[in-house]
């Protein structure tokens, strides 16, 4: 179908661009030569494939994931997870717990999925010297330097008003408590569910010594 | 015995119209038919990328990608594209089977032949591809040589489809697949009419003004309506002896692509 034959090939030309522009990346993509990942993101019923060469070819799986396991071939990786939890990946410390959890299903040879993580992950592009290439160095540099300040402003002035609405909210108006006195409000609570807990432990002792006699 | 016996017609009528087939709207004889495609593709090869572009508006490159998805090729396949004219699939397929497959572009065209394989050396694409010029009438192939045939816009420029289909069945090994990509009949009446307004009135008129011959795309226009639709082309294949034939309508029918799987 054209449409999705369009998201492919989108898809495709935006890595291929990505990867063009950061030219150490040429060298992590040739770990990947010969090999294919294979991705399926819930809710999406088709997969997409990665396939390694000189470039990244983005294909649309013919199969589903259980059919597509079943004929994995041993240069392949498969996996399956959801979109919701798609950024966690990016965590190598999470994938343990996300795989107890169902949240991602690997199948084949690991080493293909943490190189295609690491192709993208390390990928480092000076968009001051592309722009360059357009503009010229000072424009360039003007440009960044200028983006930068603006962005260091932006903070700067987001951080005042965080703290501005912050005062307003807690001391000027009382609406919110303060953060220490939500601290003590916690440990108070904790407090009182122990103190609950020992002596429903209490009741329940007396009354089994109460059955007894 | 049989009901209706076949009565053989040896008249000189009859022998004059199983020698002719068409070629776009006009009858021809069937000896002549592949010059006559051949001068059509020799005076487009140069511009056919720029003209696919053009007359398509760049909806052949999904057409082709999609082939491409319901190829299942593999690293280590080895792949025939035929009548692959200036390389589009063969390139995309280079990549996909790796240093240990295979990818022969074969046309009957030496001009086309030329402009792909210019292209593909230009890409960078060399170690696992050949070029062959061959009738896909009679494939110069082994039997069961390759896993995956495929055809883009080739089949309906053939004298002897059935012949070709045939051919190809030899050559593909048991368990390969052809696919085959070609113009084919529009699926609602509306979207009909103004494809034919499309490819009579203005596709000659673009291909006089950008590749400077009207005639070789008005018989392109021609040919397309002369092709078997997508029922006829499907029975075609599993009297070839394909199995699990289907075909997919792309962009309402004006493209179909067919596959079927030889076990």
């Known amino acids: 179908m054209p449409a999705q034959s ?24 040739a770990k990947l030569h010969g090999y294919r990942l294979l991705v399926f993101l819930e809710p999406f019923r088709r997969g997409l494939a990665l396939a390694f060469s000189d470039k990244v070819d983005v294909l649309a799986l013919e199969h589903e994931h259980s059919a597509t396991v079943a004929r994995l071939g041993s240069n392949e990786c498969c996996i399956k997870t959801r979109l919701d939890v798609l950024g966690e990946l990016s965590q190598t410390s999470q994938l343990t717990r996300l795989i107890q959890q169902g949240a991602l299903q690997v199948d084949g040879e690991l080493q293909i999925a943490q190189h295609a993580s690491n192709l993208f992950q390390s990928l480092d592009i000076d968009w001051e010297e592309q722009l360059s290439r357009y503009t010229g160095d000072v424009v360039a540099h003007q440009t960044f330097a200028l983006a930068a300040h603006a962005k260091e402003s932006l903070l700067g002035v987001l951080d005042r008003i965080n703290a501005g609405v912050g005062n307003a909210l807690v001391e000027e108006k009382t609406l919110a408590a303060h953060r220490l006195a939500v601290m003590h409000f916690s440990d108070e609570v904790d407090r009182l569910r122990d103190d609950v807990e020992r002596l429903d432990a209490r009741f329940s002792q007396l009354q089994k010594q109460l059955k007894n006699t | 015995m049989s ?15 199983a020698d002719q087939t068409h070629f776009g709207f006009r009858q021809v004889e069937k000896s002549k038919k592949a010059s006559m495609v051949a001068g059509v593709f020799d005076s487009v090869a140069a511009k056919y990328d720029l003209m696919n572009d053009l007359m398509s508006m760049g909806i052949h490159r999904l057409w082709k990608r999609y082939t491409i998805d319901c190829s299942g090729v593999r690293a280590g396949h080895k792949v025939l594209d035929l009548a692959g004219g200036t390389g589009d699939l063969a390139a995309k397929f280079s990549r996909l089977v790796g240093p240990t497959g295979s990818v022969t572009l074969a ?5 086309m032949l030329t402009v792909g394989r210019n292209k593909l050396r230009d890409m960078g694409l060399i170690s696992n591809l050949d070029y062959v010029q061959a009738d896909a009438e009679a494939l110069p192939f082994p039997d069961n040589s390759f896993d995956l045939v495929t055809m883009a816009f080739g089949l309906r420029n053939v004298t002897e489809k059935q012949n070709a289909l045939n051919s190809i069945f030899r050559v593909l090994k048991p368990g390969g697949r052809l696919l085959v990509l070609e113009f084919s009949k ?16 203005i596709l000659p008129k673009m291909g006089q003004l950008v590749a400077n011959d009207a005639e070789s795309y008005q018989y392109l226009a021609e040919s397309i309506r002369m092709h078997p639709d997508q029922e006829t082309l499907k029975g075609m294949f599993e009297t070839a002896g394909f199995e699990q034939c289907d075909f997919h309508n792309l962009t309402g029918g004006i493209v179909a692509l067919h596959r079927g799987f030889k076990f």
Do not use: C, W
Not at chain 1, 8 to 16: D, F, K, S, V, W
Not at chain 2, 3 to 17: E, F, I, M
Not at chain 2, 186 to 201: A, G, R
């Open chain 2, 107 to 111: 046309d009957i065209n030496h001009s």
């Open chain 2, 186 to 201: 529009p699926q609602s009446e509306h979207l009909s009419k103004l494809y034919d307004m499309y490819s009579f009135h």
């Open chain 1, 6 to 29: 369009l998201l492919t090939a989108t898809l495709e030309q935006g890595l291929n661009r990505l990867l063009a522009l950061d030219p150490d990346s040429a060298d992590r993509l």
């Open chain 2, 3 to 17: 009901d209706n016996p076949v009565v053989s017609d040896n008249s000189p009528q009859a022998n004059h119209q």
